[in-house]
């Protein structure tokens, strides 16, 4: 008699009793299950690449693709870096130190000196690419948890969630950071059921560090490979990830902390603990935009019905294998509720663990035998009927364009200008875009991050010092716009303005000058160029 299992979907990798299942020999279906699964992987992974390549390819279309100003900060970002600036030292940088790295492959393969938009599309296209490998790791994930069904759901979810589509369009530190957690993850669930367990520990805790050091939400990460370890009474090996975690990060963050001077901390550390509450700011309307306009309310619904299943159908093992999963979605909507800022791409940041338990409703799933199985048909057809409407948004959501020029028409007119000549922006990807220098500040450093700075520079009360961030651990509660006001910060700018030969101002930054700021640079500026959206300033060096 063959050996029955608790955990909803592991009967899957078991041998099928070839008299009641009638559908080959024991051999023949051992090869074509992984063959079946293996293809149905492609295929998913496959469908997720189009979806996320469908806007933004070829280039001509992808750089109209709706601009997001936080992807000028990581592209410029990267790009010094890879001509040698350091972060923090050279440039204000409110991120882990990976996080100014992580794009360098992108860069790398057309590079360009200070940027281009090629290179963009380029980093484009790579942030696109890691969201469509994460397809692979989330079935590997779901399998081990729930067997194949649940792996090829929650692949499923992943694929066509829009909001996940979106932000993988974009060059933004989600996409890593997601791969970065989910690999980890994976090893953590390999390490709990492995006889190499060491092994797979130590690559949790380096994955999880690389995690932790491409963006700060990410230190859950660590939690919960630990929790997936000791689920297996593993002490020695959920030791090691949590060691293996520590020194990466120390290893990593150390000589960045020396180099700068102290500043990666204060930037990194104290600038998010006392920085003003920003973005949305009432915990309602944070959860409410998860739903993205019902760009993920399919992965919602879904992993609503993952969590019924978890809680009330599956039992003993089979239920506590999810358990690391459910806590990982749990820490990640208290981090969303209370932080500092929130700003809807943070939806990113639960995603996984929402794909994950969404699969876990399909690892019920069976065929029932007799009578029952046509009420269980009709039973399953129409939740699935219901579920349409919900499918339907999403794929709208994704597949509908999002065409702005605003990036191309301020980069061509700064690809005009005089070689060599140098910009200061606000948003940093016109800078790139154009292909010239970003303009140094008095004391020698690039402005990448403006909103940030800014923000920085008014709690430092000390423009550029190195002082650091003055705030107690509850952070600052002042308006974000008085703090970007307060005349340190735009005195900073002033000064900056003056050492540039170019500085563009768009509309969607404007707000971060004050009136008496803006003409003071209009009495060293000429205006060259005007359009409702931005205004591009030519600096006058003999007045």
């Known amino acids: 008699m063959e050996r029955v299992t608790s955990r909803p979907g592991a009967e899957d990798n078991l041998p099928v009793n070839p008299v009641a299942d009638h559908g080959g020999s024991p051999a023949t279906r051992g090869f074509m299950q992984p063959v079946a699964l293996a293809i149905s992987v492609l295929g998913i992974s496959v469908l997720a690449g189009f979806a996320r390549f469908s806007q933004i390819w070829p280039q001509s279309i992808g750089m109209t693709w709706q601009p997001y100003e936080d992807e000028g900060v990581y592209a410029l970002a990267n790009q010094l870096a890879l001509q040698g600036a350091i972060p923090y030292r050279d440039f204000f940088f409110g991120h882990p130190p990976l996080a100014a790295y992580v794009f360098s492959p992108a860069l790398l ?249 969404g699969g876990a409703g399909f690892s019920i799933l069976r065929l029932p035998r007799g009578q029952r199985q046509y009420l269980w048909a009709a039973a399953g057809g129409l939740m699935a009927l219901a579920l349409v409407p919900l499918a339907w948004l999403q794929v709208s959501a994704f597949a509908a364009p999002h065409a702005d020029r605003i990036y191309v028409m301020v980069a061509r007119y700064l690809a005009d200008t005089p070689p060599g000549s140098t910009m200061l922006t606000l948003d940093p990807a016109f800078t790139f875009l154009s292909a010239r220098e970003p303009a140094r500040g008095p004391d020698g450093t690039y402005l990448v991050d403006s909103y940030g700075q800014l923000i920085y520079v008014a709690l430092s009360q000390a423009p550029e010092s190195g002082q650091g961030v003055t705030a107690d651990a509850g952070g600052s509660t002042a308006d974000v716009w008085d703090t970007m006001h307060q005349p340190a910060a735009q005195q900073s700018l002033l000064d900056r303005v003056k050492m540039a030969d170019y500085f563009v101002l768009d509309a969607k930054s404007a707000g971060r000058l004050t009136k008496d700021t803006l003409a003071q640079i209009e009495m060293v500026a000429q205006a060259v160029e005007r359009h409702e959206r931005y205004t591009i300033y030519r600096i006058n060096k003999d007045g």
């Open 109 to 357: 393969y057309h590079f360009n000196l200070w940027g281009s938009p090629t290179s963009f599309i380029m980093a484009r296209y790579f942030s696109s690419l890691l969201g469509a490998l994460c397809v692979p790791l989330v079935f590997a994930i779901a399998w081990k948890l729930g067997g194949w069904k649940a792996g090829l759901g929650a692949a499923a979810i992943w694929s066509i969630d829009a909001m996940v589509i979106e932000s993988n369009r974009q060059v933004m530190l989600e996409s890593p950071l997601a791969l970065f957690s989910l690999a980890a993850v994976f090893a953590a669930l390999m390490a709990a059921d492995s006889r190499k367990g060491g092994y797979w520990a130590a690559v949790a805790g380096l994955l999880a560090a690389m995690a932790a050091l491409t963006k700060a939400p990410g230190v859950l990460t660590i939690i919960v490979v630990i929790l997936t370890i000791l689920l297996a009474r593993k002490w020695i090996q959920a030791v090691l990830a949590g060691g293996v975690f520590a020194g990466v990060v120390v290893t990593v963050g150390l000589p960045f902390q020396l180099l700068s001077n102290g500043e990666m901390l204060k930037q990194v550390l104290s600038f998010q603990l006392s920085r003003p509450v920003d973005g949305i700011v009432d915990p309602l309307q944070r959860l409410w935009s998860t739903t993205g306009g019902g760009g993920s309310s399919l992965t919602i619904v879904l992993a609503t019905i993952g969590l019924i299943v978890i809680a009330f159908v599956l039992r003993g093992e089979s239920r506590k294998r999810w358990f690391p999963v459910v806590g990982w979605l749990a820490l990640g909507i208290a981090l969303l509720l209370t932080s500092r800022s929130y700003y809807a791409h943070y939806y990113m940041q639960v995603a996984p663990p929402l794909a994950l338990i």
